[in-house]
């Protein structure tokens, strides 16, 4: 990366407080349209949750705004910077500054804990073994998981193994770290721990946090600022407690778990007919 080029991002970081801008996302897969012209801005220092029943198009989005997956039409920036025209060099700073947490962690099974933590310090920093070894030590003090540095994932619950996948995400003390259902599968103590440990490493550290989740009382527990996708569009963007109470039928509907009257009268058609 050009000296330019770190002047450039550090410029537009000074200018703005949108980390990542998302402008007229359009996704199209064959015949089906899975995102439909999303707008929405990130802000740094938030957690800004992305919400929405099955098939809506948030894994998608979420997939576009990390960098995994242009966009058919429409424009992300991060920091200023269009993340699908950016230079190589710029791209690949882009992407040291933005972790990623997968659903089900997506651990190495042949590396310790600990080893998954060092991986991306030594494939994208040149640090010396003793401070790579540290850091990583470090992350895991962090999420509660140093005693469990020797181990191997198959030894881990599943909340372990969520914990130690963000102890990988923040390895490189990003930006902006993305989380993809990082409740899902977990017991509501564990989701509860989960979702404290977000929240703490947004607060004190202010790296900006954006997660996809079905888990409704995960997101109001955490959530700044929410969007809610139907039918690949923005059906509800602002914060959270204006989405929660927000007077649309349909966020009442999917806040309220309730079945759309529609769905309903097909599920009344469907019970006369078993009888």
């Keep these: 990366m050009t000296h330019a080029d770190q002047e450039l991002l550090r410029g537009a970081a000074n200018r ?25 801005a990130i802000r740094r220092g938030e957690v800004f949750v992305i919400m929405g029943p099955s098939g809506c198009g948030k894994t998608t989005l979420l997939r576009h705004l990390c960098g995994l997956l242009p966009p058919t039409l429409g424009s992300i920036s991060v920091a ?3 993340l699908y025209t950016a230079s ?28 998954n933590v060092e991986l991306p310090l030594r494939e994208n920093t040149r640090l010396p073994d003793p ?18 540095a020797d181990l ?14 963000i102890a990988r995400a923040i390895a490189l003390d990003p930006d902006i ?8 599968g977990l017991d509501p103590i564990t989701a509860a721990e989960l979702d404290n440990l977000i929240q703490k490493l947004n607060k004190v550290f202010g790296i900006t946090m954006v997660v996809v989740t079905h888990d409704l009382p995960s997101a109001h527990a955490i959530a ?17 407690d204006q989405v929660w109470h927000s007077p649309d039928c349909r966020i009442r509907d999917f806040i309220e778990r309730r079945i759309p009257a529609e769905e309903g009268r097909v599920m009344d058609v ?5 009888l």
Excluded: C, W
Aim: proline share 3%; hydrophobic share 45%.
């Design 16 to 40: 703005t407080n949108d980390l990542v801008r998302a402008v007229a996302l359009t996704t199209v897969f064959g015949d089906r349209t899975v995102l439909d012209g999303v707008d929405l």
């Design 270 to 274: 469907i019970a006369h007919m078993e």
């Design 177 to 184: 770290v993305y989380f993809d259902e990082p409740s899902a």
């Design 88 to 115: 190589p060099e710029l791209l690949h700073d882009l992407r040291l500054r933005t972790g990623l947490s997968f659903q089900g962690g997506a651990l190495l099974g042949s590396l310790t804990v600990q080893e």
């Design 80 to 82: 200023g910077h269009d």
């Design 224 to 240: 700044d600022r929410i969007v809610v996708l139907l039918g690949g569009r923005v059906a509800a963007l602002g914060p959270r």
């Design 131 to 148: 401070v790579i070894r540290e850091t990583a030590r470090m992350k895991l003090d962090m999420v509660g998981l140093l005693h469990a």
């Design 152 to 165: 191997l994932p198959s030894s881990l619950s599943g909340g372990m193994r969520k914990r130690a996948a």
